[in-house]
């Protein structure tokens, strides 16, 4: 997964995650482990100095001020602010920007377009990601020919995937739309919403399938062979040792990709849509993170863009919290 | 287990073969298109076989719309984004996990922080920080009434340092790299000590070449996301010499009113996603194992 747009797609926190203890009771309660690690995520064999890992957090740390903290929580400012789109005076104004808009029609019908488009996209993709993780786990032979060609979308930019899929059902020369023509149906993207919205469902599942796959084999072939064969002894075929055991087994990491999924919806398929429709046919597929983009720098309502990203923020946060959740039981799941 | 399934086999692969077309198609329409001339790709119905015009369309493309350019933006960006992004990132993972010193932990948490929020819902601020960096300075300055820091002003608008630094910072990376070091046997840094070798050595002779199938791995990862990167550049590009690949290819996209240029398009598609397909193609190994590293 795109690492940065893998943000909120990393639950590695491991050593760092949970309950932490304060220094003395940890002393207390790790005495026994002996020699083991008296703080989390330090190496038992340590240095002990302070100039030089200020030396080597400092990159980091000040390109995180600079482009995340300092934006964040002016972010979180301008949500209770007003500003004329000349940026020339601004007004403290509390909640009027969240209260305006909750009140408008357009966002509520922004946040429905995206929790449709997010579902469907993470319908689609899961479920023909389970299809060919379960095709490919039950095939012997060309294995590794069918992963090269499945993993080819991670290559392509969503914003491709976008125009490539546009172009295809083009209603005036796309290959597709005219065999849809041909089935009689009055196929065009452009007027019709639910057509509009069906064409970047499909870009956003086609470029993200791969990514589903991926992890689906990995974890299908981490399913502990024994209990595959005990099934067999009994008599389970190979479709209903997947979905009785294999699927149960996997369910931490299906909740993982629908997380993920989800956070792929909400937010890295912006390219998708300004390539293709820009939210267009009358804000049929203007999702959330599309507006933000649109409020802020095309009608330059800044106290709007501000709220809504704080909202976006509020989603991408409880988002992670559900990954991390998930994760913690991926992690008591596995053998 | 010897079971004998010939039905359910050729089921598994036709679902698979179905799905290697529906990935195949689109991508050997985009080379087909490519390679038509104008009258050819406004016939009913268009042509499923390539035609000649691909090296001609190629150069219309590189030569119009400087695309040659804008293929080597990506590059720089895409090289700048992962060399900076792992240098800042196996250093600090190196910091949090191998030294004893104060606010360590706050450190720690203060990069893990940045996982939470991704660009896109912060992109109005994170935008006026690029256009001027010294915006913080600038409002220290208003504060403590010092003009000449008001007055401060660097801007990052078109401009390769821009479009890489705030994309550089990493959770991800850092995570990775501290959580393959807690892996790595204490005897080595012990031993390293006995011997004499300064943290710096250590991190240099020994951890270094430790790290290295990591960094491979994820330095593919790293490099096809730069190249696909796409709303930082929309925003902090307004020269079309100065954006990459990807966003180049949204002004080629034929407007309703004028004569449909798709041969030219698709032929920059394809152009476009060639050099990733290509890492994944000839990397396949390493990609596989950046990929569920980084995401697990």
């Avoid at chain 1, 209603?171 to 639910?194: E, I, K």
């Amino acid at each position: 997964m795109p690492a940065r747009n893998n943000t909120a797609a990393l639950p590695v926190a491991a050593g760092g995650g949970g309950l932490r203890l304060r220094q003395p009771l940890r002393r207390l309660f790790l005495k026994s482990a002996g020699d083991a690690q008296s703080e989390s995520g330090l190496k038992r064999a340590h240095f002990q100095e302070w100039r030089l890992p200020f030396w080597l957090l400092a990159p980091q740390l000040f390109i995180l001020l600079l482009f995340f903290f300092i934006p964040s929580i002016r972010a979180l400012i301008q949500a209770f602010q007003l500003t004329d789109p000349f940026g020339a005076t601004t007004q403290w104004v509390g909640f009027q920007n969240f209260e305006r808009l909750f009140r408008s029609s357009v966002y509520w019908s922004s946040a429905q377009v995206t929790l449709i488009f997010t579902i469907a996209q993470n319908v689609l993709t899961l479920s023909i990601a389970l299809l060919l993780a379960f095709a490919s786990n039950h095939i012997l032979r060309g294995r590794g020919a069918y992963r090269t060609v499945l993993l080819l979308p991670y290559a392509v930019a969503p914003a491709i995937a976008g125009i490539m899929l546009a172009f295809l059902f083009n209603p005036r020369v796309g290959p597709v739309a005219h065999m849809l023509q041909g089935l009689g149906l009055d196929w065009d993207p452009n007027r019709n919403s639910w057509h509009a919205l069906s064409l970047i469902v499909m870009a956003a599942s086609w470029k993200h399938i791969c990514y589903n796959y991926i992890f689906l084999v990995a974890a299908l072939l981490s399913v502990p062979q024994s209990i595959l064969e005990s099934a067999y002894l009994d008599g389970a075929g190979p479709v209903q040792r997947f979905l009785r055991i294999s699927l149960p087994m996997i369910t931490p990491t299906l909740f993982f990709l629908i997380v993920i999924n989800f956070v792929y919806g909400l937010f890295e398929t912006f390219a998708i849509v300004d390539a293709t429709t820009r939210g267009g046919p009358a804000g049929a597929t203007s999702i959330l993170v599309y507006k933000v983009y649109q409020d802020g720098f095309v009608t330059l309502d800044l106290g709007s863009s501000a709220a809504q990203s704080v909202v976006l923020m509020a989603l991408a946060l409880l988002l992670t919290f559900a990954q991390f959740r998930f994760v913690e039981r991926r992690v008591n799941y596995s053998v | 287990m010897n079971e004998h399934t010939p039905i359910l086999d050729a089921v598994c692969h036709f679902i698979l073969l179905v799905g290697a077309a529906l990935v195949c198609l689109p991508i050997y329409f985009v080379f087909v298109t490519g390679s038509l001339s104008q009258p050819e790709i406004m016939r009913v119905p268009m042509s499923w076989l390539p035609g000649n015009q691909f090296l001609v369309n190629m150069q219309t493309v590189l030569s119009s719309a400087d695309f040659g350019r804008l293929l080597l933006n990506s590059f720089i960006i895409a090289t700048g984004i992962t060399v900076g992004k792992l240098a800042v990132s196996v250093i600090a993972a190196f910091a949090v996990t191998y030294f004893r010193f104060p606010f360590r932990m706050t450190a720690f948490w203060l990069i893990f922080m940045s996982l939470m929020l991704p660009i896109e819902v912060r992109i109005v601020p994170t935008y006026e920080s690029a256009a001027n960096v010294a915006l913080p300075l600038n409002i220290l300055g208003s504060w403590l009434g010092i003009q000449a820091l008001v007055d401060l002003d660097w801007n990052l608008v078109n401009t390769y340092s821009g479009l890489i630094l705030p994309l550089i910072a990493s959770a991800t990376a850092t995570f990775l790299f501290r959580q393959f070091f807690l892996t790595i046997p204490e005897e080595l840094c012990e031993a390293a000590r006995i011997d004499g070798a300064s943290p710096w050595q250590f991190f240099r002779l020994i951890l270094l070449p430790l790290s290295r199938s990591n960094i491979v791995a994820l330095a593919i990862i790293l490099f096809l996301m730069g190249w696909n990167q796409y709303l930082w550049p929309l925003l902090l590009t307004t020269e079309p010499a100065m954006a990459n690949a990807v966003i180049g290819l949204k002004k080629l996209m034929p407007q309703s009113d004028s004569l449909p240029t798709w041969h030219l398009l698709m032929n920059a598609a394809f152009l476009t996603m060639l050099p990733p397909t290509l890492v994944i193609l000839i990397l396949q190994r390493w990609f596989v194992k950046g990929l569920v590293d980084s995401g697990k």
